[in-house]
């Protein structure tokens, strides 16, 4: 069993920045964040697998950056230039493979909020 533990979240006027952080308990493949705003499903905003390949949603392209550190098994998704839009629950996901039946570990969430 994984267990992923997100810290960084919080409240920021429009145009600021906020990193997340996210530590897993063990080796991960991909590893990512996704967000749940109110009133909408959840969805992807990056993942990022264990070799470094990289994917965004478009909405968050060019402002959002996410990195790792396999060694730590950390993931982090640095976000630049945020607007009203980006105020959700961001979620940290582990993704362990297709093979595996339990493939998908989530975090326990945490708000983001963006003030215009």
């Known amino acids: 069993q994984v267990q992923l533990m997100e810290s960084g979240g919080g409240l920021v006027q429009t145009g600021g920045s906020l990193r997340l952080s996210c530590a897993a308990s063990g080796s991960i493949n991909t590893m990512g964040w996704y967000r749940k705003a109110p009133g909408k499903q959840r969805e992807l905003v990056a993942t990022?697998?264990?070799?470094?390949?990289?994917k965004y949603a478009d909405s968050v392209k060019g402002r959002f950056t996410i990195s790792r550190d396999i060694a730590k098994n950390t993931v982090a998704l640095q976000m630049n230039s945020l607007k009203p839009e980006d105020t959700a629950v961001y979620y940290c996901?582990?993704?362990?493979?297709?093979?595996?039946?339990?493939?998908?570990?989530w975090g326990q969430g945490t708000q983001v909020t963006v003030s215009s």
């Open positions: 996901n582990a993704d362990l493979g297709p093979f595996r039946i339990d493939r998908y570990y």
């Open positions: 990022i697998t264990s070799g470094g390949s990289t």
